[in-house]
């Protein structure tokens, strides 16, 4: 008599996602690996290490910076290779540097599309990559959670949210033509509480911004603004107070928001976690575009 | 749900917490109905209930509902699922979004699918990873056609356990009458589509009865609300004790001391030290080590995605299936298999597709549409082509043998997708029922002695010598003189001849094309049996269509069939009509005659061609024998 065999919702997850990497890993040419440093990148990357142990993994990091991450966020990336033994290339958008182009100077919109839209189709053009797997969850945002896990885009990197190709069981259709790519999203079908509980169970390291800690920062339209380094423009009268902040995501310092709090452990952040009432994505200044503006990014490409 | 008291002091209880959360189970379900059934409500409620929604996501679906809402002032939930800018301003679902929440005991996963009938395909992309369904029926209107249609998709792609939730039960007063006929007519649709467990429940979900909570609004239902459903469906599922399946994914080579086989195990459980086969080349080894990264693993089971390590190294890559070597699964590369086409351009029987199956992509043919069913009625129709969401029973082949199992039971090794060979679209889904006719190389059951084994004592090669020709050609005459001399010379043979197998065997067929068909497949059969226990089988039939010997060689491994054409003129034959059948076919006393009234496809490349018109018996019968002896 054979005892039930019984997985928690965890081990079905990082099985859904080992299952994915090695799909593309067998599938593609050119796989890449998106890292965006976050917590959810932290994930990716671990998931990715344990689908192909022993083996190092067959698939490449790639960094898109937009050169106005926060400090810690870089130093974190640059110590990979030496924790890990994996190489991370990183690619900077050199037009987009050369014009000057800033979220302060240019705003939100336009710095998020030359630095990182923009770049990111570069880099994928520039290494022929046939595969991009990004940390993108379903239950970000409601036009993710329409999103297939391997994700036809045309030789433009365009997305076709209506026409999308039917996703049945575990069974990827991966075939592209040249110039075509796919973009895959291991993370699909986990929620923010599931990333933190993984990171427990797993003791995955993350960036210290998570927790909280005194840091110095200016509110600006109810969000709070982290001063990271002297190129944030301050207005007159405008002087940045110590506050016990922490990130509940990522992203380019004066585009994303703090928030209060005093959850410097990992269980003090999931305590807090299950009692908040706002989702992860409020940080993000770039999402406050009109409705459905994450379609209209996603269809132009980003991620 | 999630209730906890926030403070950092009290680290031990959050641990506690923690551990709990992390101990949850998964079921993923997929909801059927449309938005005027109250579906998206119903996944609202269940979100807003369980505290899934956000205060940020609900000031934005509160100004939405403004501006594209269909309930007034009211919250419309409808825009809360509905995901891309078309779906809202059309007001209706067209793609399958996927939902989260979770309670104290399970993390749930829906798959929010669209109910019309042109979205067919992407209910069954929700369908496909379902544990169970819940099917929505407005208390109003009953069981209608719709109802029909979606549960038909569900069990079409094997979701067997169903919550029927009969919503609005506050339009029609909370009345027993009509839930329980709505439970009646559901329950005798449920039977006849295979889904074997109902569980029914009454509610509303825009006042929220029965859906998270128990009302006093209907004292005569004391069963489950929809959640407490949810929370109890059994999920555990008989796969654990199935064979042992591994489709391998990646062939894991860091250097060469290690070579791992990697994959998500389909079925069955695995332990170091059990004897596995790979398929289709049949080759055995024994697992050494079950590798992962958090150490090794003394027994795996379904859904874990592993990598394995033999005891001795044989061939294997990816594509192929480890199975357990006790156990093992059929390999065949014709099926009869169901197939929803999802394809913009329609099916055309005879083209080629690539199929995925498992971890494996090949080429594959329809080879024969046997009926389309009508997804509302379930009515069985003729059909030369198929169209864009419309479904069929098929018989299909495939370039090269593959391992599987029918959908029922394996979902893994039961699925696959069809690719178009140009646009690389996906164009359809589909479920194997059962094998054609077996792969030539491999065996059913791993037989302790083998046609090897029985041909060696005997000191013979096996054949089939399969003699074709017209009534009258000299076949048996041929045939007999053989059989004799092979006898003499101490082989061991048995001779067929088609007179003798219609008294017997198939004495219940006729001459129609059908039944000659039927004919040539029960010998073809025999004769392999008969093979595979050694034996030299000469079969003298008529055996007049080309298909039906090409049926017959399929069932032999290259070279032991050999086809002998007793080429005879049919005046030749008609003027020796030794049974005097030529003379009643041309009084019109024997319709359906081979070479009068129906045809005689002669063979294109047989192995022996015998003209008869030009050789002595004796010497057609030397030709023959030099075939078998030189061997």
Redesign the interface.
């Known amino acids: 008599m054979i005892p039930p065999h019984q997985l928690t919702h965890l081990d079905r997850l990082e099985a859904e996602s080992i299952h994915i990497f090695r799909e593309v890993a067998a599938e593609f040419q050119h796989p890449v690996m998106l890292y965006s440093i976050g917590k959810d990148s932290s994930v990716l990357l671990h998931l990715l290490r344990k689908a192909f142990y022993p083996a190092k993994p067959p698939i490449p990091l790639l960094h898109v910076d937009t050169t106005w991450k926060f400090r810690e966020m870089i130093a974190f990336r640059n110590s990979l290779p030496a924790r890990y033994g994996i190489d991370i290339k990183v690619h900077i958008n050199q037009d987009g540097v050369r014009q000057g182009i800033s979220p302060i100077s240019h705003g939100a919109t336009v710095h998020t599309d030359v630095m990182k839209t923009q770049a990111l189709k570069q880099a994928l053009d520039l290494y022929r990559f046939d595969a991009a797997i990004g940390g993108a969850r379903r239950d970000e945002e409601k036009s993710r959670a329409k999103e297939r896990v391997f994700s036809f885009r045309s030789s433009g990197h365009r997305w076709d949210p209506k026409n999308q190709r039917p996703e049945l069981w575990d069974i990827y259709n991966t075939r592209v033509h040249q110039g075509e790519s796919v973009r895959v999203f291991p993370l699909s079908n986990w929620t923010e509480l599931d990333i933190w509980l993984y990171i427990y169970r797993e003791q995955i390291e993350v960036l210290p911004l998570y927790f909280a800690a005194q840091r110095p920062v200016v509110e600006r339209d109810g969000a709070l603004i982290m001063v990271d380094d002297d190129r944030l423009p301050l207005a007159p009268g405008e002087t940045p107070q110590l506050r016990s902040v922490r990130f509940r995501t990522l992203g380019c310092y004066p585009l994303t928001g703090a928030i209060d709090s005093t959850a410097a452990t990992l269980e003090a952040v999931i305590a807090e976690m299950l009692v908040a009432r706002t989702s992860e994505r409020q940080g993000r200044v770039i999402d406050q575009d009109p409705t459905a503006s994450m379609e209209k990014k996603k269809q132009e490409g980003y991620f | 749900m999630?209730q906890?008291t926030?403070?950092?002091d009290h680290?031990e209880q959050?641990?506690a917490?923690?551990t709990q959360?992390?101990?949850?189970?998964?079921l993923r379900f997929i909801t059927c109905g449309s938005v005027d059934d109250g579906k998206s409500t119903l996944i609202g409620r269940l979100l807003h209930d369980c505290q899934q929604l956000?205060?940020?996501?609900l000031a934005?679906l509160e100004?939405?509902s403004v501006?594209h809402g269909t309930q007034g002032d009211a919250i419309d939930f409808a825009l809360?699922?509905d995901?891309?800018?078309?779906e809202?301003e059309q007001g209706i679902t067209?793609?399958?979004?996927?939902?989260?929440f979770?309670t104290e005991q399970?993390?749930f996963?829906v798959a929010d699918c669209p109910g019309h009938e042109q979205y067919t395909?992407?209910m069954?992309?929700g369908a496909?990873?379902a544990d169970l369904a819940i099917v929505l029926i407005d208390a109003r209107k009953g069981v209608i056609t719709q109802s029909r249609r979606h549960s038909y998709i569900i069990a079409l792609l094997g979701v067997r356990q169903v919550i029927l939730a009969v919503n609005k039960m506050d339009l029609v007063d909370y009345r027993q009458d009509v839930f329980e006929q709505i439970v009646a007519d559901y329950r005798q649709l449920a039977e006849h589509l295979g889904i074997s467990k109902v569980s029914c429940v009454p509610m509303s979900a825009l006042t929220g009865d029965q859906v998270t909570r128990a009302t006093d609004s209907m004292p005569w239902y004391a069963g489950p609300t929809l959640l407490q459903l949810l929370e109890q469906a059994d999920i555990?599922g008989s796969?654990?004790?199935r064979g042992f399946r591994l489709p391998v994914?990646?062939v894991?080579?860091?250097d060469s001391s290690?070579r791992?086989y990697?994959?998500?195990i389909a079925s069955g459980?695995v332990t170091p030290g059990m004897a596995i086969a790979t398929l289709p080349s049949g080759q055995q080894s024994t697992v050494a080590r079950i590798?992962?990264?958090d150490g090794d693993l003394e027994r795996a089971?379904?859904?874990?995605?592993i990598?394995l390590t033999l005891s001795e190294e044989i061939d294997i890559s990816?594509g192929d299936v480890i199975v357990e070597a006790r156990r093992p699964p059929e390999v065949a590369d014709q099926f009869a298999a169901h197939l929803l086409w999802?394809g913009d351009a329609p099916l055309l029987p005879g083209r080629q597709y690539?199929m995925?199956?498992?971890?494996r992509t090949i080429g594959v043919q329809i080879s024969e549409i046997k009926h389309k069913v009508d997804v509302n009625t379930q009515e069985h129709l003729a059909a030369k082509r198929l169209e864009l969401n419309e479904v069929a029973f098929c018989n299909i082949t495939v370039s090269a043998p593959i391992a599987f199992e029918a959908y029922a039971d394996n979902?893994?090794l039961g699925?696959?997708?069809l690719?178009d060979r140009q646009t690389?679209?996906?164009v359809a889904?589909g479920t194997l029922s059962f094998a054609l006719r077996r792969a030539t190389n491999i065996h059913r059951q791993l037989l302790s002695i083998d046609q090897q084994a029985r041909a060696t004592i005997k000191g013979q090669t096996p054949r089939c010598l399969w003699f074709t020709g017209l009534s009258g050609s000299g076949k048996s005459t041929i045939a007999n003189l053989v059989d004799r001399r092979l006898h003499a010379l101490g082989y061991h043979t048995y001779l067929l001849d088609g007179d003798n197998v219609r008294h017997g065997l198939n004495k219940d067929l006729g001459f129609t094309p059908e039944d000659r068909v039927e004919n040539i497949r029960r010998v073809a059969e025999v004769a392999r049996l008969m093979t595979d226990a050694g034996l030299i089988v000469l079969v003298s039939f008529i055996s007049p269509y080309r298909a039906e010997r090409e049926l017959a060689r399929s069932l032999f491994p290259a070279g032991e069939f050999v086809e002998i054409f007793v080429d005879t003129p049919i005046e030749i034959c008609e003027q020796r009509d030794v049974k005097g059948l030529y003379a009643r076919a041309r009084a019109g006393q024997l319709p359906n005659f081979t070479g009068i009234d129906a045809p005689y496809e002669a063979p294109e490349a047989p192995e022996v061609h015998l003209r008869s018109a030009e050789l002595s018996v004796e010497a057609l019968a030397d030709v023959v024998l030099g075939v078998v002896v030189q061997s």
Request: hydrophobic share 35%; charged share 25%.
């Open positions: 999630d906890i926030t403070t950092t680290a959050i641990r917490y923690l959360h992390e101990h949850k189970s998964l956000f205060d940020d996501q934005a100004r939405d501006k809360l699922v995901g891309l800018s078309a809202r067209i793609d399958v979004a996927y939902r989260y979770s399970r993390k996963i395909r992407n069954a992309t496909s990873t555990t796969d654990a004790g994914q990646w894991n080579r860091p290690f791992g990697a994959g998500t459980m590798v992962s990264a089971g379904p859904r874990q995605a990598t990816r999802m690539w995925k199956h498992a971890t979902r893994t699925a696959f997708i690719i690389h679209a996906t889904c």
